[in-house]
């Protein structure tokens, strides 16, 4: 994505932005607890709950007022304009030094904010072709969230520089939070002068699905299309459960840090530490732990995380408690990573996108609601002593929030798995004591034959085999498997020459058992060198055509005897049956349309041979349906996609064999 210059621009603007945004969130958290340390921790409580809430104020009163409003204006000035503003407005904070105008300009910040992002969003959306849409989302959720920890970093650092530069020039440090509410404000200034210089073309009319929806419609449309499965359920559940919990720990995270003798880079630390957890997570969250499913792996990460800060509420040490919320921020991470990838397989097309919009919105307000929440349920608990002989432990609010919110993780975490769990042969404590022993928890029933899995794609011509084969192996691959794509006729030196003749027009007049036989002999080579050693070794296959085209072709189309092409074959293979056929079924005569090539000898039989065929293919799948997955190949690509992918996912190997990713998944298909 960040190839495309424009779109680099307006990417490094929203990640300055997002930088500037986390750090003056730390900054007035930090300022506020600073401003009323002398109150006591109930208004220091109150004080950030107040920071917090006032930001997240804004976004759910005004959205829609400011989407409707945004429309109307130039969007290269509006993203300039408001970023400009935010960043003046965190400027004037440490300037004014009060507790008053540090709330009132927080929240003008969050009101001009609205008005940046629909610019932001409308203008990538036309600066990104809507196929690369999603990688486009994903490259500004890594900007949005990857910002935090780095924010974290620079805060800790300016912390201490501010204290020191105090006292040389007073402006730049009456508290410890001044010098890092300057750099906030000065980063959205270059953020603005790098989101001036993005070419944003004319505004095109995006329909709903571009994400152009307010905030609460977004939400209402969610609770409405998600969670229609149990899985779906499950997972949102879990993930936003997730969410929750950070909000939690970054509401209560400043008192806390306090309490164990540290400042602001104790503050910091915790915070970057729970942001690092999480990027960690998301990056590898997938492959953590191998020999457990994903399904179970994503209750047991938030499981995990549970624990950590139910760990981290009741011993009270700085070091001790930055290590154990990065556990539970590399849990939550985690559950995120494997709760995007199931649920992108799961939900059917339509209400996908609705569902991520929803998860990615309700996500934000999630986090800064229970931030708002947080303070005050830690003012309600206040602090405690308790004496247990001589020894005194000391319990804060704070503790008790991290401890609530433990607990919140860990009901969900069960609540979830109960929802998301298909694997109920197998106990969750049978499956984690082998793969700690190393060993798999459930015999594989494909090693009496063979450990890999056999796909092929049929269908007439032009059907679309091709471009779902390559769809299904670059997905494949980017789970971690080894895949190897092949076809027929014509994958091995011996097959080349055999479909140079088979498809060579000049050939007329061969005789329909020769041309049977010249396939069978095309597949018994393909077999022996290229789809058995791979399945041997674990690998996953992908072939495009297989027997079922030459009991279509030549069976239903030349009208040969079904069950002599089957023995013929049966004997050219070993009797290899493929685990899935997936028939790519297309009204005869589209397909050559679609090809734009000159007709080779098959293709260019008349309509009733190519018609014939269709039939033969349809009646194959009707006799096993278990074995076939028949689709419109008229829908869209990526609606044949999906659906590939959702039939698919039950017949991999969960978890990712361990030696897949090792083996190359490139494997030259001719072989000497
Ligand atoms: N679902 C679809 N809708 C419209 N066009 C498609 C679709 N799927 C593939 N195409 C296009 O149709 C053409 C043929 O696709 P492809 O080569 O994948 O078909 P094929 O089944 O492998 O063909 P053949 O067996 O004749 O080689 C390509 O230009 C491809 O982009
Ligand atoms: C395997 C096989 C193929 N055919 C026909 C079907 C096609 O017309 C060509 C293969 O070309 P393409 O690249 O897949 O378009 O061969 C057949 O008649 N019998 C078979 O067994």
Redesign the pocket.
Known sequence: MLSSRPFRRLWTSLALSSLGDWLSLLALVSLAAILTQDSGPTAQYFAISGVIALKLLPAVLLSPVADALTDRLDRRLTMAVATVVRGLLYLSIPLVGRLDWLLIANFLAECVALFWGPAKDSAAADLVPQDKRRQADRAGLLAAYGSAPVAALLFAVLSALSLTLGGLLPVLGATAADLALYAGGVTFLVAASVVWGVPVPERTDHDEEDGQRSLPRVLWDGVRFSGTTPLARGLLLGMLGAFAAAGMVVGVARVLVAGLGAGNAGFAVVFGALFAGALVGLATGHRLVRRISRRRLFGLALGTSGIALLVAGLVPDLVLTAVLVAVAGLGAGAAWRIGLTLLGDELEEDIRSRTFAFLYAAAGVKLLAAAVVAPLLAALIGSHTLAVGTLAYDFRGADGVLLIAAVVLLVVAFVAQRQVDDERDVSLLAEVTAALRGAPARPDPALTTHRGLFLV?E????????????QLAIWLREEGFDVLTTREPGATKVGMRLRALLLDKENTGMSPRAEALLYAADRAEHVDSVIRPALERGAIVIS??YVDSTLAYQGAGRELVGDEIKALNGWATGELVPDLTIL?D?PVGQ?MQ???RPADRL?AEPDEFHERVRKGFSALAEREPERYLVLD?????A??TRAIRRRVRPLLPDPVPGDAEEITGMIPIIRD
């Open positions: 794609l269908g007439g011509e032009g059907a679309g085999k091709s471009t779902q084969t390559r495009d055509r790519l297309l397909g679609r090809h734009g293709e190949a008229q829908d869209a690509q609606t044949i």
